[in-house]
């Protein structure tokens, strides 16, 4: 009968959005923090007392990124997008796996995300990060090195100025297809749970 409750009171949870959405200004971020106290007082009103400290830790403010199609033209250098063309500072090489230019994904502008630091968190607040993932399919599905293989995948990271980014092309090599189109972001903070059926739950 408590696993029966504690699934409903996941699912109201995901469902509801946690209870509240936040607007991504600093202040109001810093205040959602609290916003935990609402979700937890789910499980007291479900009779669940016993198992609300174990799903605190689970409980975690997230960032939704809300995507919109827009054109690189009208995308500041620096801002955070999704697709178009990476702006990289010039110093910093375009990444490969093997022979393989990787396909830009996203750039993500700290400065721009809501500030979710808490307890004894120490999270970058500004600088760029950038995704780059592998698309070529005849590597997908040729490559008996691709499945399972970190490295068919790139992460970096800028923290210097924003005057030093160039918008830069992507290496001829990779075609068109496998460049995305470009998309602004509009950040959301909002709070997350895990789904109802998930390891960490069903360990409660």
Not at 75 to 93: R, V
Not at 100 to 119: G, K, R, V
Not at 176 to 191: I, M
């Amino acid at each position: 009968m408590k696993s029966i409750q504690i699934f409903l009171v996941i699912s109201i949870l995901i469902l509801s959005g946690c209870g509240k959405k936040y607007a991504i200004n600093n202040e109001e971020a810093s205040s959602a923090m609290d916003a935990k106290v609402d979700i937890l007082s789910m499980f007291h009103k479900a009779g669940l007392e016993d198992y609300s400290e174990k799903f605190q830790r689970m409980i975690k403010p997230s960032i939704r990124l809300i995507t919109e199609r827009e054109s690189e033209e009208k995308l500041a250098i620096g801002q955070t997008k999704l697709g178009g063309q990476p702006d990289l500072p010039a110093n910093m090489e375009w990444p490969y796996w093997k022979e393989y230019p990787m396909s830009f994904i996203a750039q993500i502008n700290l400065h721009e995300m809501p500030n979710i630091q808490a307890d004894d968190d120490k999270l970058p607040t500004k600088g760029i990060i950038y995704f780059f993932y592998t698309t070529y399919p005849e590597a997908m599905y040729m490559d008996g090195d691709f499945d399972d293989n970190p490295k068919t995948s790139k992460v970096l990271f800028y923290g210097g100025e924003m005057d030093n980014l160039i918008r830069t092309q992507p290496p001829e090599k990779l075609s068109k297809e496998l460049q995305f189109f470009s998309a602004g972001v509009t950040p959301r903070l909002e709070w997350s749970v895990p789904e109802s059926d998930s390891f960490e739950v069903n360990e409660c």
